[in-house]
């Protein structure tokens, strides 16, 4: 399923513009941070602005050495109105594995929501700065062909061994809390009113990337993780429906949910938690010294907490094409290899954990996910954009049976389906049209025909959507272009 265009041109052009904002108020920065310190401490910035898929990060050191990070959420990569809440959910979560746990994670100096930064650049952490090197930094490699990055080649499996070995013990500490529901984190440090459905990676990445909001009623919660899982199910179907320019994918969960956790209890999930959130002390010294970027937490199913783990080979297996990855079974091969050694370094950490009163629980779950074909699913339920040949459906589907599958996709079948497909076809033309003026509109903008808002207000128009979820305040007087 293909990311929506009109969408993404909106996101782009939006951190473009945000980005220019706070370098502009780079040094109106440093005053503000330095009138948070105690001490009220002169600092400076400390090497480049840095920014990834989600957030900004700017290193700041005072006159003592000691040294913070301010982070800001990527305004564009994030949609404005859930900005408040993932920063709140991330304190609760930062919060809760320092009080709860011994994983090394940065301490919060500050933060605040969106009306709380005098910069009005949106909601802010700002936390101390911890002294090592990221792991992505030597340990993943980008391959420029197929834009994604993963685990080098040449890393032996002792080094592997190490990283997972720590890792599980990250994984056994926070596996020992049990919650009651599925949901939200509770906001108990920073008392966010937030809503009982999760915001989750998958569902904000369907809203940001494909101009849908799969959330349904955020009131309503799950009792059950049949109901939850059925629920992450239909938000694909809903893309499908309102995306023009989207596939589905159709499976059946009643085979794959484990017994024993369907009701409960519940664990702390967090959807981005992988190798590249892992700083390690140096190149040399693989010793964990920092978990950061803790953000698309909340409580969720214990088999989700509990799968086969996405991250093993550093990239989500969603985004192998088996159409057009012609090694798609060499790195299915090498990611069941790297389950391997995980799966020993769990089942040794975890018989070596002092008053561990529920031993092998957690391992025996990473073993259920394999052998009941389980973490295939999660893997696509984690994440939106999915496809019937993208790595994990084509290996749910060998484990399935192909003619149990195609039984199942032939019940989906029938005049109904014959109707939507028809509009769909429709709705695909439209989308084009749309497509075409979109890129007709951002050349303008580039060629300062037409202002960024102008331009955002006017992409926006041609899908219909609240100006309020791309405003906050809206401006007076929006124009929006007709031609250009």
């Given at each position: ?79 404005l109105r ?69 685990v ?58 494909g101009?849908v ?33 989207s ?24 959807d ?6 892992v ?19 909340y ?34 091969a ?14 040794e ?26 973490m295939?699913l ?27 599958w ?45 202002s960024?808002?102008?331009f ?29």
């Open positions: 399923m293909d990311c929506h265009k009109p969408s993404t041109l909106l996101s782009e052009t939006e951190c473009a513009g945000w980005l220019n904002v706070v370098i502009q108020k780079r040094q109106q920065m440093l005053a503000w941070v330095t009138s948070l310190h105690p001490q009220k401490l002169a600092c400076e910035s400390d090497g480049n602005l840095f920014y990834g898929s989600y957030n900004f990060r700017q290193k700041v050191t005072f006159s003592d050495g000691t040294s913070w990070v301010v982070r800001f959420p990527l305004f564009g990569n994030n949609a859930y900005t408040d809440e993932k920063v709140a959910m991330e304190v609760e979560m930062m919060t809760f594995i320092r009080e709860k746990t011994t994983i090394p994670v940065p301490r919060i100096r500050h933060w605040g929501l969106s009306r709380a930064n005098p910069l009005g650049v949106g909601p802010f952490i700002i936390m101390d700065y911890i002294e090592g090197v990221s792991l992505t930094s030597f340990l993943i490699k980008r391959d420029p062909e197929l834009q994604f990055s993963h080098r080649e040449d890393v032996d499996d002792e080094t592997l061994e190490t990283l997972y070995r720590q890792f599980a013990n990250i994984l056994l500490q926070l596996f020992q809390h049990d919650f009651e529901r599925i949901g939200s984190l509770p906001a108990l440090k920073t008392g966010f009113d937030v809503p009982i459905r999760p915001l989750t990676f998958k569902a904000h990445d369907i809203l940001q990337a101009g909001s799969t959330f349904g009623d955020r009131s309503k919660g799950f009792a059950t993780t049949t109901e939850y899982f059925q629920y992450v199910l239909s938000q694909d179907w809903e893309q499908l429906i309102k995306q023009r320019n596939r589905a994918l159709r499976t059946l969960l009643p085979s794959l949910i484990h017994p024993d956790y369907d009701r409960g209890p519940f664990k702390i999930i967090c981005d938690l992988s190798l590249a959130n700083i390690v002390r140096s190149e040399d010294d693989l010793t964990i010294v920092g978990i950061v970027d803790l953000e698309w937490s409580i969720g199913p214990a088999q989700l907490f509990g799968s086969a783990p996405w991250w093993l080979l550093g990239r989500r297996l969603v985004d192998v094409d088996t159409r057009y990855d012609e090694d798609h079974p060499e790195t299915t090498r990611y069941l290899k790297y389950l391997e050694i995980f799966k020993r370094v769990l089942g950490e975890e018989a070596r954990m002092p008053g561990y009163d529920r031993r092998n629980e957690l391992s025996k779950l990473v073993q259920w996910s394999e052998s009941s074909g389980a295939w999660h893997m696509l339920l984690s994440v939106g954009f999915n496809h019937p040949k993208n790595l994990p459906c084509v290996q749910l589907e060998q484990h399935i049976g192909s003619k149990k195609g039984a199942l996709l032939q019940q989906s079948a029938g005049p109904e389906m014959d109707v939507f497909v028809e509009e769909k076809v429709v709705q695909l033309a439209q989308y084009e049209r749309d497509e075409k003026k979109a890129l007709k509109l951002k050349d303008g903008f580039y060629a300062r025909k037409i960024m808002v102008s955002l207000a006017t992409v926006a128009a041609l899908e219909g959507w609240d100006l309020t979820s791309r405003f906050d305040p809206v401006p007076d007087n929006i124009e929006v272009v007709k031609d250009i």
